[in-house]
Nanobody, 115 residues
Framework: QVQLEESGGGLVQAGGSLRLSCAAS????????MGWYRQAPGKQRELVAA???????NYADSVKGRFTIPRDNAKNTVYLQMNSLKPEDTAVYYC?????????WGKGTLVTVSS
């Protein structure tokens, strides 16, 4: 079992920045990829960013150039660094981990970007 604990959500103005954190614990040896998904009201959950154990990254086109997914292996933690935030980034953000498909999920944290 893997547990994911998220933090860092909140309210931010358009153009601002926010960093989300996701700390993994448990059987982390089984994790080959971690990432962030988001879901806005009335929309499907979508992949925002992901990173593999080898360091390869993938980003949604809508966030490319604005978001990054750094990691701290010593802390078993991945981050979502969100810059130049837009109102359309408003959503519940979920941390996910898998091998490599998502298998474990965080509870989600709300990010609200005001115009």
């Amino acid at each position: 079992q893997v547990q994911l604990e998220e933090s860092g959500g909140g309210l931010v103005q358009a153009g601002g920045s926010l960093r989300l954190s996701c700390a993994a614990s448990g059987s982390i040896f089984s994790i080959n990829a971690m990432g962030w998904y988001r879901q806005a009201p009335g929309k499907q959950r979508e992949l925002v960013a992901a990173i593999t154990s080898g360091g390869s990254t993938n980003y949604a086109d809508s966030v490319k150039g604005r978001f990054t997914i750094p990691r701290d292996n010593a802390k078993n933690t991945v981050y979502l660094q969100m810059n130049s935030l837009k109102p359309e980034d408003t959503a519940v953000y979920y941390c996910a981990a898998g091998s490599p498909s998502p298998r474990y999920w965080g509870k989600g944290t709300l990010v609200t970007v005001s115009s």
